[in-house]
């Protein structure tokens, strides 16, 4: 057991007393409010083709920690102070407008210069209950909607193969830059120099890579940032075999056993196109009448882009031995004539020599 004196003792009982006396004060100074995260205010910006910015306002109240099941707006703020959110306003006490769990939506018009807009708005629920603060849906603009952009851009496209295609443009309005293309971990980097108005297409980034980025030559922010998608699609290599006949040209497409199926569209010169539908694992043949100079091509979103040579044009070509490009003269049917020919003339041969035989010896026999 610990003995302690009784003055620190005592010293230490007031403190404590102190200390409790506090926590209990802020406890019960501390309002009960509705839960902060369970009412959100979010934005939808849009730049029009009038150079003006249209926000969507959306605010939703959810999960209050009391019992109240509606809301009225007390006091609504909107920035900039000159523009409205309609139809969001306060409503008169006693007016509980908006209940849990029903969006209220609004819309602002705004210059196209503008560079902040806000909406706060304070509420009072229907238990008497009123919330301390407001809630706020700041979003910050450009303050660039309708005019012409300055910038770079960079647009890119993955590959079957792993690669991916980089695009780089300067916009007319924008100044000369130096763009730095970087992959990492593979090393790959390519700088180029874009007047306004200049662009550059077709920059092939190599495989394995897990971060790409694009950034004006001087600047340590990339403007733009990418990694290869692992499922590109498009990426689909069928076996594809072609065959000529006398009378029909027929194109054989058997579609990889890859899980999904192919839409495929014959496209002749001579004729009318037919489309297909080749599921996985199978083969489908469509023929097309054999004529001078008949060459089909073939297309389908699906096939993997990097390999021309699937669309074709697959042509048919008239076999040797064909009668005026188209069959092969009259059918062969029955036995070879110059057979039976051969045949008749040896028995009639042996039939003549026995019976010549028969009459000088008087050979009896049976045929």
């Known amino acids: 057991m610990i003995n302690i004196r009784s003055w620190p003792r005592r010293a230490l009982a007031a403190l404590g007393a102190v200390v409790v006396s506090l926590?209990?004060?802020?406890?019960?100074?501390?309002?009960?409010?509705?839960d902060p995260s369970g009412f959100s205010i979010n934005h939808e910006v849009r730049c029009l083709a009038d150079g003006t910015y249209q926000i969507r306002w959306t605010v939703l109240a959810e999960t209050p920690s009391t019992d109240a099941t509606r809301y009225r707006f007390v006091k609504v703020e909107?920035?900039?102070?000159?523009?409205?959110?309609?139809p969001i306003a306060a409503s008169p006490?006693?007016?509980?407008?908006?209940?849990?769990?029903?969006?209220?939506?609004?819309?602002?018009?705004?210059?196209g210069t503008t560079t902040y807009a806000d909406l706060i708005v304070w509420v009072q629920w229907d238990d008497g209950y009123y919330e301390t603060s407001g809630f706020s849906g700041g979003v910050p603009l450009d303050g660039r909607c309708g005019q012409p952009p300055t910038d770079p851009t960079a647009t890119f496209q993955s590959r079957c193969d792993g690669t991916v295609l980089v695009d780089l443009a300067n916009p007319p309005a924008g100044r000369t830059v130096d763009l730095v293309v970087k992959a990492f971990p593979v090393g790959f980097s390519r700088t180029v120099s874009l007047a306004p108005g200049k662009s550059v297409k077709g920059i092939v980034v190599p495989r394995g890579f897990d971060v790409l980025t694009v950034t004006v030559a001087g600047e340590r922010e990339a403007f733009a940032v990418y990694s290869w998608v692992s499922d590109p699609g498009h990426c689909i290599v069928p076996d594809i075999r072609a065959r000529s006949t006398c009378d029909e040209f027929v194109i054989a497409v058997s579609a990889p056993n890859v899980g999904w199926y192919l839409l495929v569209t014959f496209d002749p010169n001579h004729g009318p196109e037919q489309r297909r539908t080749i599921e996985t694992g199978t083969t489908v043949d469509v023929s097309f009448p054999g004529v001078a100079g008949l060459a089909?091509?073939?297309?389908?979103?699906?096939?993997?882009?990097?390999?021309?040579?699937?669309?074709?044009?697959?042509?048919?070509?008239?076999?040797a031995g064909c009668a005026d490009g188209r069959g092969g003269g009259l059918p062969v049917t029955g036995q070879p004539t110059g057979g039976v020919v051969a045949g008749a003339g040896l028995l009639l041969g042996v039939g003549t020599t026995l019976f010549v035989l028969a009459r000088r010896r008087r050979i009896w026999f049976t045929v």
Do not use: C
């Open 93 to 111: 006490e006693g007016v509980f407008p908006h209940s849990l769990d029903k969006p209220v939506v609004g819309s602002q018009t705004l210059p």
């Open 23 to 34: 926590a209990g004060t802020l406890v019960f100074m501390a309002p009960a409010s509705a």
């Open 296 to 319: 089909v091509t073939l297309r389908s979103d699906e096939f993997d882009p990097q390999i021309s040579h699937l669309n074709g044009p697959y042509r048919w070509e008239r076999p």
């Open 78 to 86: 909107v920035y900039p102070p000159d523009s409205s959110i309609d």
